[in-house]
């Protein structure tokens, strides 16, 4: 297989069938733009974690984190941390599914698809790292 510069292509679906290059110039946007989500899905799985751990009490050790024993109270900050934890895990599963596709799209050997797919990492880490500073 071979890069090849075209405006027929078929991406992740059988419905996704590019004819023109009208199609291919919208279908270049839709990978830029997954791309762009990636990015910030990625960033925010970063601002997410970095949350979860201010929001642990510095004296709160290992043994916090595992499951309180018979008789014993939930600890708040075990709470909080379960659902950061929650969050983070979901935005795990869409960071997941984004890079696969991307990366499917990608696999179609379309060099427009992937100047898109490259473009699109190179807008988005550029527009979502600043933001890491202020979550």
Do not use: C
């Not at 023109?20 to 974690?49: H, R």
């Amino acid at each position: 297989m071979t890069f090849y510069f075209s405006d027929t292509v078929v991406l992740l679906f059988d419905f996704w069938n590019v004819h023109s290059p009208t199609g291919m110039v919208l279908s270049v946007l839709v990978i830029l733009l997954l791309s762009v989500l990636y990015e910030a899905v990625k960033m925010g799985k970063a601002v997410l974690l970095r949350r979860a751990l201010l929001a642990l009490p510095r004296s709160l050790s290992h043994e916090a984190l595992t499951e309180p024993q018979e008789g014993e109270h939930s600890d708040p900050a075990q709470g909080r941390w379960f659902w950061f934890h929650v969050g983070q895990t979901l935005f795990h599963v869409l960071q997941v599914v984004l890079g696969y596709m991307v990366m499917l799209a990608v696999m179609s050997y379309n060099a427009w698809i992937f100047l898109a797919a490259i473009a699109g990492s190179t807008l988005g880490y550029f527009m979502v790292y600043p933001l890491l500073g202020r979550g």
